[in-house]
C-alpha cells in the first residue's frame, strides 16, 4: 500500500496571528471584568467580589487550558500501516477511499484538509483561531474549550451589566463612556457567537456527527424525504452513547480536556442498526 508522503505530519503548533488575537482577547475579557467592572460594582476586597473574581478566574483558566490542548494536540494522523477491510466496509456500507493528495487509503469520516495539507481522522472543520484542525483526538479539547469562553463571556457579561445598571458612572468624561460602549459591544458579540457555536457543537455532539458529516446530510435527507423515507445518520448511536464516545464513559472526567484514554485509532466507528 502506497504511503502518505514525508510521513504523518505533526500537530500545528506555530502561534498564529488569530491565536495570539485570541489570547489578548481572552486576557482583555479578564482584565477588564475583574479589575475595572467587578472592582467598581462590589469591590474586590468584599467576599462577594471576591467569590466572583474566583469564579471568573476558574472560567479563564480552564479555558486557557483547552485552548491549549485543542491547538497542541495533534487532530488525528492516518496510521501508516492503514489499509481497509473491504468486506467489513461493504457490510457496512462504507466506501473505500483513496486521497491522492497524501497516497493513502482514508478511513472513514476522514477528509483531506487543504490548510494542514494532511488527512485528519473524522475532521469537523480546520479553526483558525487555534490554527489547528478539530478532528477525532483534539475535539473534545475544543468543545470543552467552546463551552467554558461562553460561560466566561455571559458570566462577564453579567458583571459588566450590573457595575452598568447598578452603580453610578461619570458618563460625562469622555474616555468613560467610550469604554464602556465598546466593552458592552464586545461582550454582547463574544455572548453571542461563541454561544451560538455551542449550540451548534452542542447538536452535533448528541447526533455523533460533524460539521462535514452535516452537509452531507442536508442531502441524503432531502432524498430519503423524496422517496417516503425517514433518514437517521449512520453514526447516531443515541444521545447517551454518541456524548461518551467523545466526552468519555466517566462523567467526572467530561470537563478534563486531557482525558482521552477513552480514544481508540479512530479508524472504526460503530454504526446504527438502524
Known amino acids: 500500500m502506497a504511503r502518505r508522503r514525508g510521513g504523518p505530519a505533526p500537530a500545528t503548533a506555530v502561534a498564529s496571528p488569530a491565536m495570539l488575537g485570541t489570547v489578548s482577547v481572552m486576557a482583555l475579557v479578564y482584565y477588564s471584568t ?30 486557557f487550558l483547552a485552548f491549549v490542548c485543542a491547538a497542541g494536540a495533534d487532530p488525528g494522523t492516518v496510521p501508516p500501516a492503514f489499509a481497509p477491510d473491504a468486506e ?37 472543520h480546520h479553526c483558525v483561531w487555534i490554527n489547528n484542525c478539530v478532528g477525532y483526538a483534539n475535539y473534545k479539547a475544543f468543545i470543552i474549550c467552546v463551552l467554558n469562553a461562553t460561560i466566561g463571556s455571559l458570566y462577564s457579561f453579567a458583571i459588566f451589566l450590573c457595575d452598568l445598571l447598578l452603580k453610578e458612572h461619570d458618563f460625562d468624561i469622555l474616555y468613560v463612556k467610550i469604554l464602556y460602549i465598546l466593552a ?8 453571542l457567537t461563541i454561544g451560538s457555536l455551542l449550540c451548534w457543537h452542542i447538536y452535533l455532539l448528541c447526533h455523533n456527527m460533524t460539521t462535514i458529516e452535516y452537509r452531507e446530510a442536508v442531502r441524503a435527507r432531502w432524498l430519503a424525504k423524496k422517496s417516503g423515507q425517514k433518514y437517521r445518520h449512520r453514526f447516531d448511536l443515541g444521545i447517551r452513547k454518541n456524548i461518551q464516545m467523545i466526552l468519555g464513559p466517566n462523567i467526572l472526567c467530561w470537563l478534563c480536556p486531557t482525558a482521552t484514554g477513552h480514544l481508540k485509532d479512530g479508524t472504526d466507528f460503530q454504526i446504527t442498526n438502524n
Open 34 to 63: 475583574v479589575f475595572v467592572f467587578l472592582d467598581h460594582w462590589v469591590g474586590l476586597a468584599t467576599p462577594a467580589g471576591a467569590a466572583h473574581a474566583a469564579a471568573v478566574s476558574l472560567a479563564v483558566a480552564a479555558c
Open 184 to 191: 458592552g459591544v464586545l461582550l454582547f458579540f463574544l455572548s
Open 88 to 124: 467489513a466496509a461493504q457490510g457496512q456500507g462504507l466506501k473505500s477511499r483513496y486521497c491522492d493528495k497524501c497516497c493513502m487509503f482514508k478511513p472513514p469520516r476522514t477528509h483531506h484538509c487543504k490548510v494542514c495539507k494532511r488527512c485528519v481522522l473524522k475532521m469537523d
